[in-house]
């Protein structure tokens, strides 16, 4: 039988400090029982000799010193898991919170999960449909990838998330698919809006919900990404789904973590937060993959907000280093009316070339991307160009440079609410290179242009008037 220990040496925020504790372990689950007879949890969160400290998940409120009672649970944190899990919401800590009751569990599972052996690995491959042309052609996502979300305050990252959890399914049928989506210190009105939005899109029967709101307990919200990893674990290498967690806002997440690392007395590393921070996000991002034998996978995007849009500060940082690329969304582009605002040409996807071309998506894609690119890239340098000597005193191929860059803007980044397929959107941008004139395409090859180059029907498409310039344009392609 546990011991049970009356009284509290200490109380200090969301921690309390317990003394001549036996046999304690680090992040062993406490339950707390208050005078009134109302019960609290809490973890070990650092031993000191006969010292524990303790991290109350609902807070200190009402504790008292001298008849609070405390009792050892023996066990780290476990999460109930169950299939059952899809289609409901829970808050950080894994509780229902939907009205639907307590799911039957067919396990349990440490929140903290198991590494996964480097050796065990599979390489990702295979691609994940977004639905959004600048994600799946230009920064694509491979299953099993870790691929984060750059955003700054008031750029529309909750509308873009929405959005992919909407769309995301994976190319082959007969494969199951499932996202579990976690929210982090969120208002009331954005946590309504998760729900409502997928409810609304008919989507929640493949979803599972964790919400943590902003005024919900700092502890939690640092527990949230942990549940929701957990859960997609379990649906993964256990039921073989191919699972696609998206989890908002790593910045609150990291923020809470150092308030509790303030609490604690630690000493900080830079702008304040704690010096483990790098191994601390690790141990989230790593937890995506695909283990060899195993049918299912994990696949992130994590979303974060760079304060004052600084791509240096701590938190983007130490993510560019552990993640497999990034997207960036462009606040230049947000006051434009360009939804999703993706910034392509900072945005990368490592892993994108093992899972595009021929047998995954399409042959010419890689050659289209790169073709996008580097169009796109001169367009910059135009303006950059512009802003100096004038538009009018462009040559006429950089006028053109400038045509396909408001095209490629308002037709290829901005889509709305649009779900487009992979040959869609590959198909789009070949409509766009074919703006350009044939000469100034050097990343394809005269095959690929002699099959989807087509100057004339991109002209009809986009509706461009015969001005002298793509006169004078046509004659030298003609030419």
Same mark, same amino acid.
């Given at each position: 039988?546990?011991?049970?220990?009356?009284?509290?040496?200490?109380?200090?925020?969301?921690?309390?400090?317990?003394?001549?504790?036996?046999?304690?372990?680090?992040?062993?689950?406490?339950?707390?029982?208050?005078?009134?007879?109302?019960?609290?949890?809490?973890?070990?969160?650092?031993?000191?000799?006969?010292?524990?400290?303790?991290?109350?998940?609902?807070?200190?409120?009402?504790?008292?010193?001298?008849?609070?009672?405390?009792?050892?649970?023996?066990?780290?944190?476990?999460?109930?898991?169950?299939?059952?899990?899809?289609?409901?919401?829970?808050?950080?800590?894994?509780?229902?919170?939907?009205?639907?009751?307590?799911?039957?569990?067919?396990?349990?599972?440490?929140?903290?999960?198991?590494?996964?052996?480097?050796?065990?690995?599979?390489?990702?491959?295979?691609?994940?449909?977004?639905?959004?042309?600048?994600?799946?052609?230009?920064?694509?996502?491979?299953?099993?990838?870790?691929? @984060?979300?750059?955003?700054? *305050?008031? &750029?529309?990252?909750?509308?873009?998330?929405?959005? =992919?959890? /909407?769309? +995301?399914?994976?190319?082959?049928?007969?494969?199951?698919?499932?996202?579990?989506?976690?929210?982090?210190?969120?208002?009331?009105?954005?946590?309504?809006?998760?729900?409502?939005?997928?409810?609304?899109?008919?989507?929640?029967?493949?979803?599972?919900?964790?919400?943590?709101?902003?005024?919900?307990?700092?502890?939690?919200?640092?527990?949230?990404?942990?549940?929701?990893?957990?859960?997609?674990?379990?649906?993964?290498?256990?039921?073989?789904?191919?699972?696609?967690?998206?989890?908002?806002?790593?910045?609150?997440?990291?923020?809470?973590?150092?308030?509790?690392?303030?609490?604690?007395?630690?000493?900080?590393?830079?702008?304040?937060? @704690?010096?483990?921070?790098? *191994?601390? &996000?690790?141990?989230?991002?790593?937890?995506?993959? =695909?283990? /060899?034998? +195993?049918?299912?996978?994990?696949?992130?995007?994590?979303?974060?907000?760079?304060?004052?849009?600084?791509?240096?500060?701590?938190?983007?940082?130490?993510?560019?280093?552990?993640?497999?690329?990034?997207?960036?969304?462009?606040?230049?582009?947000?006051?434009?009316?360009?939804?999703?605002?993706?910034?392509?040409?900072?945005?990368?996807?490592?892993?994108?070339?093992?899972?595009?071309?021929?047998?995954?998506?399409?042959?010419?894609?890689?050659?289209?991307?790169?073709?996008?690119?580097?169009?796109?890239?001169?367009?910059?340098?135009?303006?950059?160009?512009?802003?100096?000597?004038?538009?009018?005193?462009?040559?006429?191929?950089?006028?053109?440079?400038?045509?396909?860059?408001? &095209?490629?803007?308002?037709?290829?980044?901005?889509?709305?609410?649009?779900?487009?397929?992979?040959?869609?959107?590959?198909?789009?941008?070949?409509?766009?290179?074919?703006?350009?004139?044939?000469?100034?395409?050097?990343?394809?090859?005269?095959?690929?242009?002699?099959?989807?180059?087509?100057?004339?029907?991109?002209?009809?498409?986009?509706?461009?008037?015969?001005?002298?310039?793509?006169?004078?344009?046509?004659?030298?392609?003609?030419?």
């Amino acid at each position: 039988m546990a011991l049970q220990y009356v009284g509290l040496s200490e109380i200090n925020g969301p921690l309390v400090v317990l003394d001549h504790v036996k046999n304690a372990s680090y992040d062993e689950m406490v339950e707390f029982v208050l005078e009134n007879g109302t019960k609290r949890q809490g973890r070990v969160v650092q031993i000191e000799g006969d010292k524990a400290v303790i991290q109350i998940f609902e807070g200190t409120n009402s504790l008292s010193l001298k008849n609070t009672k405390t009792r050892l649970l023996g066990k780290p944190m476990e999460l109930p898991l169950s299939k059952e899990m899809l289609g409901r919401v829970f808050n950080g800590a894994g509780k229902p919170i939907d009205g639907l009751g307590d799911i039957y569990a067919e396990k349990s599972a440490d929140i903290n999960g198991q590494p996964l052996n480097p050796v065990s690995r599979t390489y990702p491959q295979n691609y994940i449909n977004t639905g959004i042309s600048s994600i799946d052609c230009l920064t694509t996502l491979i299953r099993g990838q870790k691929l @984060p979300i750059f955003s700054g *305050s008031g &750029l529309p990252h909750n509308q873009l998330a929405v959005q =992919i959890v /909407k769309n +995301a399914q994976v190319a082959e049928e007969g494969q199951e698919f499932a996202v579990v989506f976690a929210a982090m210190g969120v208002t009331n009105d954005v946590a309504n809006y998760f729900r409502r939005s997928f409810e609304e899109a008919g989507v929640m029967d493949h979803v599972v919900m964790f919400l943590n709101l902003s005024n919900d307990p700092i502890i939690e919200r640092t527990l949230a990404p942990r549940c929701a990893l957990t859960a997609a674990e379990y649906l993964a290498f256990e039921h073989d789904m191919h699972v696609l967690v998206i989890y908002t806002d790593i910045t609150s997440y990291c923020e809470a973590l150092r308030e509790y690392s303030s609490s604690k007395g630690e000493i900080p590393g830079r702008k304040g937060y @704690p010096g483990y921070l790098y *191994s601390d &996000l690790a141990s989230l991002y790593e937890r995506a993959g =695909i283990a /060899k034998g +195993a049918k299912g996978s994990v696949t992130q995007i994590p979303i974060l907000t760079m304060p004052n849009n600084d791509i240096t500060h701590p938190v983007p940082d130490l993510t560019g280093y552990i993640t497999e690329g990034q997207i960036t969304l462009d606040p230049e582009l947000s006051s434009m009316g360009i939804f999703p605002p993706v910034n392509v040409l900072p945005s990368l996807s490592r892993l994108m070339k093992d899972g595009i071309g021929e047998g995954f998506t399409r042959a010419d894609h890689q050659d289209v991307a790169n073709q996008l690119f580097a169009a796109y890239a001169h367009v910059q340098d135009v303006k950059a160009l512009t802003s100096v000597i004038g538009e009018d005193e462009l040559s006429a191929a950089d006028k053109k440079f400038m045509t396909f860059g408001r &095209l490629f803007e308002q037709h290829f980044l901005n889509q709305g609410d649009e779900n487009r397929s992979i040959e869609e959107t590959l198909n789009l941008g070949w409509m766009l290179l074919s703006v350009l004139p044939r000469t100034s395409l050097d990343r394809l090859d005269n095959k690929l242009l002699d099959q989807f180059y087509d100057h004339e029907k991109a002209v009809e498409y986009f509706g461009l008037q015969e001005s002298n310039v793509i006169k004078e344009l046509k004659d030298a392609v003609n030419g």
